[in-house]
């Protein structure tokens, strides 16, 4: 009988120990997903800013558009010798216009402040050398006279003059020179920003007119080396917009074919900025070479 008894409250004595070591399992685990929740809030947050650093979708530019008569016009895939240096250059080719193009926008060589209440656009400053050459019997004559426009995003991805980057009216980093005797045009403006799905780069437009006639037009875009890219987003007030997320080999324009049907895949590669640096800023040098030949 003794046996018997010693038996019972040995066994309630092992389950009340089964109880309570369960009872404090629980509380442990409990308090540990108490402690983990700000960990994961704080990760949702982080999600969230990462997110809102990449602004507006970015336009999707569907089929390329027939090109017109004086675009057409403007295309060669002939070279040219530039004198007196005996340099031969290749016919530059045409890309996609995209959907943030101005017409319009002040002629004027600094583009970097806004003319409708003076702001300044920050950034690394970038000079930029434009020489356009029309190829005549295989020189690379110097085309005077023709209207060269640009317009690129700014430090932290956004276009003025836009719609959804909610710029409207606005018109920094936006300008148009005229060539010069030489052909040259000069810009002062800052290094671009990236946005959403696309690489850094500017876009550039050539016109020639007869009174108000348009007798030519060259589109296209021009890009930076990555590991340039990369360095200047990691110094203000790029790094607010944190590291370019698409490389030119990763971009569909630089990768695609010309507009003009010359160049069937990586026409970007034959659009890259020659760079410089200069101290704290970049010189920027392209040669653009096209036919003035008309149809």
Known sequence: MVSETHELKMSKTICTIFMITTLCASLVLTCISLLDLPKSFAQTITNTNQTSKEGPTPPQFGPTPELSVSQKSASTNKTCTLAPASIKLNGTPQQTEGPYFVDGIPNRSDIRSDPT?????????LRLVIHVYDVNNGSCIPLGGAKVDIWHANSQGIYSAVKDFGTIGKKFLRGYQVTDNNGTVRFTTIYPGWYQGRTIHIHDKVRTFNGLEKTLEWTAQLYFNNSINQQVHTQPPYTN??????????????????????????????????????????????????SQSKH
Not at 254 to 276: F, K, N, P, V, W
């Open 117 to 125: 209440d003076g702001s300044l656009q920050q950034g690394i400053p």
């Open 241 to 290: 917009h944190g590291p370019p997320q698409t490389t030119n080999e990763e971009d569909g324009v630089y990768t695609g074919a010309s507009t003009d049907g010359l160049i069937q895949r990586d026409s970007g590669e034959q659009l890259m900025l020659h760079l410089t640096k200069q101290g704290q800023s970049y010189l920027g040098t392209f040669n653009i070479v096209l």
